[in-house]
């Protein structure tokens, strides 16, 4: 059965960092393009990063570009996420998901993703 689980989530002050892990389990994720998203209370889901199966290609939004960085170990069947310099406006819950392909493309939005973790909270607070 194909799972993914989040974790790393939790309170950090502004400023913090938090390093976010997305274990799959069921399959191997060489062949799985990844994505971040998150969603806060009263907002639709967004994209936060995604990263191809095949060359590492990484997309970012402006919000977070040059602040996270997505990485892989296919190795350890985990991709990360790590989160710098948080602000408050970063708070929400961050899910992984899991889309099947084997190329360098690059899936930005929620609806072309399958397969979804559960998600972790993220909260950015004095």
């Known amino acids: 059965q194909l799972q993914l689980v989040e974790s790393g989530g939790g309170l950090v002050q502004p400023g913090g960092s938090l390093r976010l892990s997305c274990a799959a389990s069921?399959?191997?994720?060489?062949?799985?393009?990844i994505g971040w998203f998150r969603q806060a209370p009263g907002k639709e889901r967004e994209g936060v990063s995604c990263?191809?199966?095949?060359?590492?290609?990484?997309y970012y939004a402006d919000s977070v570009k040059g602040r996270f960085t997505i990485s892989r170990d296919n190795a350890k069947n985990t991709v990360y996420l790590q989160m710098n310099s948080l602000k408050p406006e970063d708070t929400a819950v961050y899910y992984c998901?899991?889309?099947?392909?084997?190329?360098?493309?690059?899936?930005?939005?929620?609806?072309?993703?399958?397969?979804w973790g559960q998600g972790t909270q993220v909260t950015v607070s004095l």
């Open positions: 998901a899991a889309r099947e392909d084997s190329g360098s493309f690059l899936f930005v939005t929620y609806k072309e993703y399958p397969y």
């Open positions: 990263i191809s199966s095949s060359d590492g290609s990484t």
């Open positions: 069921g399959f191997s994720l060489d062949y799985y393009a």
